[in-house]
């Protein structure tokens, strides 16, 4: 279940759980953020096929911002075959310009350090850029997608 927004528009901290029909009614709810979701929904589905269980959503698309400019995910490398992956989901180009082209986000492997500080995706993008405090983020289980 995906809680409410705090004051500043973010996640309270911790891995919020939600079905994918909760996150289109929770986050899908103008044209442009459908649009995005469009992406997001088809890298799901991809992983999905490759063996992921669980994606983590993140960025300003689970915020209280009006109009992302794309969402932030990484997906637990657990159970997934490289092979069967699509290889745009380990492209890392500059501003993941041939993710976004196909998926409109941006997706890492979780357990990849993300910064200089040795956080992994998973531990980085549950803390707040700006304040350096903790935030909330979207755990999306694939067993549920259909």
Known sequence: MIPELDTNGLLPPGLHWARWDELMVRFGNSPWRRYLMTGLEAALENLKGAG??????????VTSKTRPNDYDACWDEAGVDPLALD?????????????????????????????????????FFQTDRETGRAKGIVAIDLGGLA
């Open 52 to 61: 992921c269980q669980t994606v983590y959503l993140d960025g300003s698309f």
């Open 87 to 123: 290889p745009v989901l380990l492209t890392f180009d500059p501003g993941r310009a041939t993710q976004k082209a196909r998926y409109r986000g941006e997706l890492f492997p979780a357990s990849v350090i993300a910064d200089a500080d040795g956080l992994s995706f998973l531990e």
